[in-house]
């Protein structure tokens, strides 16, 4: 049931309209001059305002001016009550950010025709506006989304490349030693001290196939997914 706000100081007009409000199944309010209005709209914050122009302490005019300065209330549809029909003032009162205008004496007809049309609209704007907000979360979402991927990936790309440091330089010592052995072995008089050469390059290739071996069993586990849960929960040590 959709809340309207009367705001008329003329008691036949305002009484007669909340009661054919209340007979179309309109939750209705009411008040006697501006004042008063600014302050039920506050507390009720109803679906539509209809307001008088002419009121005493405060007219339509400066209902709707507060109304359009304070943000919980800004978006209320608002439909002036006006006996006056001239332009001039139908246009300041829209520029103000009045929604529409019925004259008095208006039909029961004209007044919830308008009522009707003002809300069908507000109700679609305020769609619009909660779709675009989701369109823009979701939107969001998909960024903050990708970033995480791009990130995940640049931290992936960063591990596999200090792994693979790290078994280059694992890998020279081995070499090293290989080279140092051989060269020494050519060199040997005794068969004593070259099969203490054979030995260590026995050895340094033993070495070297097992690091060859475990670099690439880390290859296969190495995936993006397991790499995460390596680093968390601090298995994966690159130090």
């Not at 072995?185 to 030995?199: F, N, P, S, V």
């Amino acid at each position: 049931m959709n809340s309207i706000l009367i705001i008329e100081d003329e008691t036949m007009i305002r009484e007669n309209t909340a009661e054919l409000l209340s007979l179309n199944n309109y939750q209705t309010h009411t008040a006697s001059n501006g004042r008063i209005g600014l302050q039920m709209a506050e507390i009720h914050q109803p679906d539509l305002i209809l307001c008088d122009v002419m009121m005493p302490e405060l007219d339509g005019y400066g209902v709707l001016l507060q109304l359009r300065e304070t943000p919980a209330l800004q978006t209320i549809p608002f439909i002036f009550l006006t006996a006056k029909a001239d332009r001039p003032e139908q246009r300041h009162g829209m520029d103000l950010g009045a929604n529409d205008y019925l004259t008095k004496p208006f039909t029961s007809t004209e007044l919830l025709t308008t009522i009707k049309t003002r809300l069908k609209l507000h109700a679609s704007h305020r769609q619009a506006i909660t779709q675009e907000r989701y369109k823009t979360q979701k939107l969001k979402q998909e960024v903050q989304q990708s970033q995480r991927k791009i990130e995940a990936s640049q931290r992936f790309g960063n591990i596999h490349a200090e792994l693979l440091k790290q078994f280059i330089l694992d890998l020279r010592t081995p070499v090293s030693t290989i080279n140092l052995a051989i060269h020494m072995l050519t060199q040997a008089k005794h068969d004593g001290d070259r099969q203490q050469y054979l030995d260590i390059l026995q050895t340094e290739c033993a070495r070297e196939i097992q690091i060859l071996n475990e670099l690439e069993e880390l290859q296969q586990l190495l995936t993006p997914e397991n790499a995460h849960i390596l680093n968390r929960f601090n298995i994966l040590n690159l130090s």
